[in-house]
């Protein structure tokens, strides 16, 4: 996947792909946004998820936000899946985040387009995310970059 720059209001942000050094920069990100949706991130999970991403277990892939001092500001987190009844191949965006400060800058814009982008380079037509209902700000954006579906999200717990 190709880099891409773009400047926001404060600084100019790169979006690539995680790699194995960003981990310790990835964590307190990760952490925050597990605090946000009160979903506490063990050391344990960070673990087992870091795996799935530097690893690519699980088809699991990550992208990071990085400022011009090289410091993270996001990530996204995707992985691929089977549309049987379309015939087709879709990518699901798992997680988003941005820290509070480097809010409204584009950044999470610029994550979706780079994870559209990955979708695109792997043969897939949608790419697909769920968003809490309450999360009134994520979906401005989100109903600026995509389409509001009419579809129900339901969990089986095993």
Not at 122 to 149: F, S
């Amino acid at each position: 996947m190709s880099e891409s720059t773009s400047a926001s209001p404060t600084a100019a942000v790169t979006i690539r792909p995680m790699r194995d050094r960003d981990f310790f920069s990835w964590l307190p990100l990760f952490v925050e946004y597990g605090d946000f949706y009160n979903s506490p991130v063990t050391d344990q999970k960070a673990l087992l998820v870091w795996s799935w991403i530097s690893e690519g277990k699980h088809d699991v892939h990550g992208l990071v936000a990085e400022n011009a001092d090289g410091t993270l500001v996001g990530f996204a987190h995707f992985r691929g899946f089977a549309r049987p009844l379309a015939g087709e191949v879709g990518v699901y965006l798992d997680d988003l985040f941005v820290q509070p400060d480097a809010r409204r800058s584009g950044i999470a814009t610029q994550l979706i387009e780079a994870v559209g982008e990955a979708a695109r380079a792997r043969g897939a037509r949608i790419v697909r995310w769920v968003t809490a209902e309450d999360n009134a700000d994520a979906q401005k954006l989100y109903d600026q970059v995509a389409a509001r579906t009419t579809w129900l999200t339901y969990d089986m717990g095993l």
